[in-house]
Nanobody, 112 residues
């Protein structure tokens, strides 16, 4: 069994910052890829950022320069700065280790 525990979501004003974390535990030997996706109301789930075990990072264009993904062993972080209302969504952690696993999601709301 693999468990993903997410934390760090919440309500923040435009221009503010939040840091999401996702800790993976269970029967995991290694995790080649860890990442974050998000789903806004009425929209499809989209990739936000991924990071490989080798350190390669990939971002969707709308968050480049504002978000930073990092990982420490089996925990992945998403530092979100200069948040905008359009960043409002449920953010999901995803890992790939033989198959994909998803977290339960954490709500991020950017509003004044």
């Amino acid at each position: 069994q693999v468990q993903l525990v997410e934390s760090g979501g919440g309500l923040v004003q435009p221009g503010g910052s939040l840091r999401l974390s996702c800790a993976a535990s269970g029967s995991i030997f290694s995790i080649p890829t860890m990442g974050w996706y998000r789903q806004a109301p009425g929209k499809e789930r989209e990739l936000v950022a991924t990071r490989t075990i080798g350190g390669s990072a990939r971002y969707t264009d709308s968050v480049k320069g504002r978000f930073t993904i990092s990982r420490d062993k089996n925990t992945v972080y998403l530092q979100m700065n200069s948040l905008k209302p359009e960043d409002t969504a449920v953010y999901y952690c995803r890992i790939y280790s033989g198959r994909e696993y998803w977290g339960q999601g954490t709500q991020v709301t950017v509003s004044s």
